[in-house]
């Protein structure tokens, strides 16, 4: 079973690694905040293709307050090298805390059982989930709720 609308988000325990903070900051990362939760895979063409759209949604609803948390879920065993998340964390841009999901801990609190990656979780100030949103067409989907969450 997936997680749906109002669902409190989960607490972001069992990550592998966290880079850009610490552990204890990245758990305290989605309090009081609108937050975004994005899951994605060095192996995934669409997670990389999606980026730049994501690092702009990011950027422009960080200025507003939006606080943003990705996680890396291995797809397959040549995922789980660390290095190698490390250089592309470099590469794509990704500033904010960004946890190493190797024993796919995270992907079983967010519920994720079908392994999505892209897909995007955006909880309100609260911590309620307000929408789900996963593959090429998810920075559309989210686009739309960052819209109505931050009105112009």
């Known amino acids: 079973m997936s997680m749906k609308i109002n669902d409190m988000i989960p607490e972001f325990k069992g990550a592998t690694e966290w880079l850009n903070c610490s552990s204890e900051a990245a758990e305290q990362e989605p309090t009081g905040s609108p937050t975004l939760v994005y899951f994605w895979a ?3 063409g669409i997670c990389k293709q999606n980026m730049p759209g994501l690092r702009d949604l990011i ?3 960080g200025e507003k307050g939006m606080k943003s948390v990705a996680i ?3 797809r397959y065993e040549t995922d ?6 490390k250089s592309t964390v470099s590469d794509l841009g990704i500033t904010e805390p960004c946890a190493i999901d190797n024993k796919h801990l995270l992907k079983d609190a967010f519920q994720n059982e079908q392994g999505w990656v892209p897909v995007y979780y955006l909880f309100d100030a609260e911590g309620k989930l307000r929408t789900r949103a996963a593959g090429e067409y998810g920075i559309s989907v989210l686009t739309k709720a960052l ?3 931050f009105p112009a």
């Not at 789980?80 to 998340?85: A, F, I, Q, R, S």
């Open 42 to 44: 060095v192996s995934c």
């Open 59 to 61: 950027a422009k609803y």
């Open 72 to 74: 890396h879920m291995p």
């Open 80 to 85: 789980t090298d660390v290095e190698n998340v």
């Open 147 to 149: 819209e109505k969450m």
